[in-house]
């Protein structure tokens, strides 16, 4: 899916939702254990009740590998029902993968060869040699860590060099050497309020994913005012929120309901845009 396409999708739909797939065998409800695939069962669910809302699945994957061989093939089944049943869908592997240049291309191929989806999250502290590996693919996208929703980012991503230079604009800056708005976005926690304006200042036209709204307390309104361009530019994941709204035989419907009053805010969002 290129970038053109997935506006098209944010248009057609009034929604720059994307559904976190953090699936965990704890949470999920009880009755769903007896199922032969319970992680599957409940994505299933999740899938066909949020899909009118939302433009993008972001299954995490350590919630499948602490499963094992299990796990593994929920995420397989879950990654083809996905694009068999909803192909206008954009995928997001919540994976976090980087490493030297030959391991990073084995990453890219599971992901991008094995799965045909169509982006994975990748850590860029080891540099462009372990990224590289990702952006050999035509129509497949990157997605780099640079300011993330979580409390340690202070100790490493908002540090300055002497020159006053933040480590994750150093990401941001560095990064645009490797790859273009057109197969690489950032990744960008909601929780850093106005640091969406200095990171439009140098990644004006990128896509940004932006985990942090929902459980995590990061303003929807904030994101949009700082971070929104004019092809919207953001996909805002929300997982805790959305697929635990409710944990009885009706928590799809609970999941449907909760995707949709996001969609209706983000609809309200986009007017200033469209």
Known sequence: MNKQELFENIKKKQSFLCVGLDTDIKKIPEHLLKEEDPIFA?????IDATAPYCIAYKPNLAFYESMGVKGWIAFEKTVEYITTNYPDQFIIADAKRGDIGNTSAMYARTFFEELNIDSVTVAPYMGEDSVT???????KWVILLALTSNKGSHDFQLTADPEGERLFEK????SQEWANDENMMY???ATQGRAFEDIRKIVPNHFLLVPG???QGGSLEEVCKY??????GLIV???RAIIYADKTENFAVAAGQEAQKVQAEMAEQL???L
């Open 271 to 273: 007017k200033a845009i």
């Open 42 to 46: 409940f994505n299933k669910a999740i």
């Open 227 to 232: 971070g929104m361009n004019s092809t919207c």
């Open 171 to 174: 990401v941001l800056r560095k």
């Open 187 to 189: 990744v960008v926690g």
């Open 213 to 215: 709204v929902g459980a």
């Open 133 to 139: 590996p990702f952006l050999t693919y035509e129509g």
């Open 237 to 239: 994941n929300s997982s």
